[in-house]
């Protein structure tokens, strides 16, 4: 008895479940009303267009029955006005479909909205769906139809308050954050997650992608390397970044970029140089300037005058430095060291603004006999809190041919020698004279008395040597007596 009743029960419930307006799906109903859930893809009115059968815009209404009114399972679908957004009798249309019902899409729908915000995304369609059979039309049957709109990658990231600039000192450390750019994609999921990068040699003017660096996910831009104010060409002191943003999608990637301007300003990172034809340069600076004066053409209180080492023009030039930061300082020129030391006092040295350049002029202001090989070390230092500067070689040569020359100054001090006026130089070197004459004294002293003592210690050695050959050895005087004793027995 027991089967034959699960049986009848059975077939009670197949054909029940196969009555018009009956669900296909078994599942737990809500005591209100049954749950319909159908997905479709958002699309545009190209897509329609071309793929107006594509089975992304379609979903099946899982409802025994068919869209026919003639036939005898044949359903009749009613969409309520009770949605709250979407009338789905405008953007929906039921079909039959090889013996299923289908919900298509007909008209654009943007899941993502509007606007970036996600308060006016359209992810959920509901609405309420009566069911008839077509046989018997006051039997409605209800559901709650509930859509899920399926996201493409459809929409590109968008940068937020772009075009971006900053302005920082081109002394701003590395590592520092420069500022943040955001971007936000109205996509969901993958397709709306967004990574930075910034694309380097770009090949564009004033690329500055190798100095910068960007975190890949907050968008924080930051200084990677030193800048340089002085490289940038005049009237574009500032870099350009180009970021890129590009968002997850798995099968199709969408990206935006945008330019970062980055103004530079000036920073004291540069000392003064000198400038001359022929100097050995770097960087449009000389490296270790070197100068002569010819010591025969010095005049006491007048301007010296120079000329650059290498000297490839011939002709005398004048000692010129600025300042090489992009917003020079002032240079003050003095007297570094002198070699031998002890001649600072002897030369006073004028600064003269000439242009963009500062000119030293330097004078002989008092009489001295300089010694050979005398060298100036003259500073130029910009007047800033950091006092950067730079130092040039004066050597002072005779452009004659006197191998055996002793540096002399013009014809002026050799007068004022010769009316018996005493100069420093001169006291130095009457002290060096005595100083040497003792010493030599000393050496010859200490000579004469080793030779001496070498001489009496050789005497000595003869004579002893002379004593030693007198004597007869006492080995022989024994061999003599034994002999004698040896033939008295015989």
């Known amino acids: 008895m027991l089967p034959i009743l699960v049986a009848y029960f059975a077939i009670v419930s197949i054909v029940f479940a196969q009555e018009p307006c009956s669900p296909m799906d078994p599942g737990e109903w809500t005591p209100v009303r049954p749950v319909l859930y159908l997905n479709i893809y958002e699309a545009n009115q190209e897509e329609l267009l071309l793929y107006p059968n594509d089975p992304m815009y379609q979903s099946e209404i899982r409802l025994n029955g068919v869209l026919d009114e003639n036939s005898p399972n044949g359903i009749v679908l009613e969409p309520q006005t009770d949605y709250l957004v979407i009338n789905p009798a405008e953007k929906f249309k039921f079909e039959s479909v090889s013996g299923h019902s ?210 490839v023009t011939g002709n005398a030039i004048r000692i010129l430095a600025k300042d090489m930061d992009g917003i020079p300082s002032d240079v003050v020129f003095s007297v570094a060291t002198t070699y031998p030391s002890g001649y600072d006092s002897f030369f006073s040295v004028e600064t003269k603004k000439v242009g963009n350049y500062f000119q030293a002029i330097v004078k002989q202001v008092k009489s001295v006999e300089l010694p050979r090989d005398f060298v100036i070390l003259l500073k130029a230092e910009e007047l800033s809190p950091e006092k950067w500067f730079a130092v040039a070689e ?47 004294v000393v050496i010859a002293v200490t000579l004469t008395l080793v030779l001496c003592l070498s001489i009496a210690m050789a005497c000595f050695v003869s004579r002893r040597r002379q004593y030693s050959s007198d004597k007869v050895p006492l080995s022989s005087l024994n061999g003599a007596h034994e002999n004698r004793g040896y033939s008295a027995q015989l």
């Open 394 to 440: 004066i050597s002072f040569v005779k452009h004659m041919t006197d191998n055996n020359f002793q540096t002399t100054i013009s014809p002026q001090l050799s007068t004022a020698a010769q009316t018996g006026e005493k100069t420093t130089q001169s006291q130095t070197t009457d002290e060096f004279s005595e100083t040497t004459v003792a010493l030599i």
């Open 102 to 311: 289908i919900l298509r899409l007909v008209q654009p729908l943007d899941r993502d909205g509007p606007t970036e915000s996600v308060d006016d995304d359209i992810s959920v369609i509901t609405f309420t769906l009566k069911c008839s059979p077509a046989n018997n039309l006051s039997v409605e049957i209800f559901y709650d139809v509930s859509i899920m709109v399926m996201d493409k990658n459809d929409n590109p990231p968008i940068f937020s308050n772009a075009p971006y600039e900053t302005t920082i000192n081109e002394l701003t450390p590395v590592g520092t954050q420069l500022l943040t750019v955001t971007a936000v994609d109205k996509d969901s999921n993958l397709d709306g997650n967004i990574t930075y990068s910034i694309i380097r040699n770009l090949g564009i003017v004033n690329d500055g992608g190798d100095l910068f660096d960007i975190d890949t996910l907050q968008g924080i831009v930051t200084v990677r390397d030193n800048l340089d104010y002085e490289s940038l060409g005049d009237g574009h002191k500032y870099y350009v970044i180009r970021v890129v943003v590009m968002d997850g999608g798995p099968n199709t990637k969408r990206s935006a970029y945008t330019d970062i301007k980055v103004n530079i300003t000036d920073g004291n990172d540069n000392g003064p140089s000198y400038m001359y034809t022929g100097c050995l340069q770097h960087k449009m600076t000389c490296v270790s300037p070197k100068y002569t004066v010819d010591v025969t053409a010095i005049t006491l209180n007048q301007e010296l005058h120079f000329h650059g080492f290498p000297d």
